[in-house]
């Protein structure tokens, strides 16, 4: 799920709290994205996110349908009793996978005569003594647990990816940092300067800084013009 180029994901509208998933590196040397500003704030994700998929090619429909959500359901009461993992759902805007809603997720057929699939997400806590491989681990190790149900099996796919829960609750700070520069910045050319700064009233959008941060930032724009006499 990481991208080698850097589409930008802005915050989808709407309240409560949400929790968002960083698929795009932030700008590197290869692969230099200009809409992304070099002012914002950098910060270790709250998940690691690993997409998993469940496939069962067992003949009958209705069976191989069941076989899927039992072990679905097996997935998660395994995670609720285990503890280090959670289960998800969502492709940008991420949710729990619950006893409640996990019937809710879509088959699809794998390619193969008789054989359906569904994918969710895994997300392990990343903290300051948590890193990248102890979260894979800790990923791993559920998804060679989980038990299986008839022919149904499940495994990794995609790359590990990142999330961050309600990042527009770093606003404050961002819009602090911003400041800072473009005060720095107008002070630079004297004190008969000042700067017009646009894009603060805009979404947080976000980009990923490296294997477990991100980068959070408004699409701000500033110049830098004369004072007004």
């Known amino acids: 799920m990481v991208c080698a180029v850097t589409p930008v994901l802005a915050q989808p509208a709407g309240g409560g709290v949400q929790e968002v998933v960083v698929t795009a590196r932030r700008r590197e040397a290869s692969d230099y994205d200009e809409h992304i500003p070099a002012v914002g704030l950098r910060r270790l994700a709250d998940f690691a996110v690993q997409e998993v998929t469940i496939t069962c090619d067992t003949r009958e429909a209705a069976r191989r349908h069941d076989e899927i959500f039992q072990m679905i359901k097996g997935a998660i009461d395994l995670a609720t009793r285990r503890g280090g993992v959670e289960l998800a759902t969502g492709t940008m805007v ?136």
């Open 94 to 229: 991420v949710e729990p996978l619950t006893l409640s809603n996990y019937r809710g997720l879509t088959l699809t057929g794998d390619g193969r005569p008789d054989t359906d699939k569904t994918s969710f997400l895994v997300k392990s806590r990343l903290s300051p003594g948590v890193d990248a491989k102890a979260a894979l681990d800790r990923i791993d190790a559920f998804v060679k647990d989980a038990p299986a149900v008839g022919r149904a099996e499940i495994k990794r796919t995609d790359d590990m990816t990142l999330s961050v829960v309600q990042p527009d609750q770093y606003r404050g700070q961002i819009i602090e940092f911003v400041a800072a520069d473009a005060k720095a910045t107008a002070a630079r050319m004297g004190p008969e300067y000042a700067v017009d700064i646009r894009g603060l009233d805009r979404p947080v959008e976000w980009a990923r800084a490296s294997l477990t941060e991100v980068f959070l930032y408004l699409p701000y724009a500033y110049s830098v013009v004369p004072r007004e006499r």
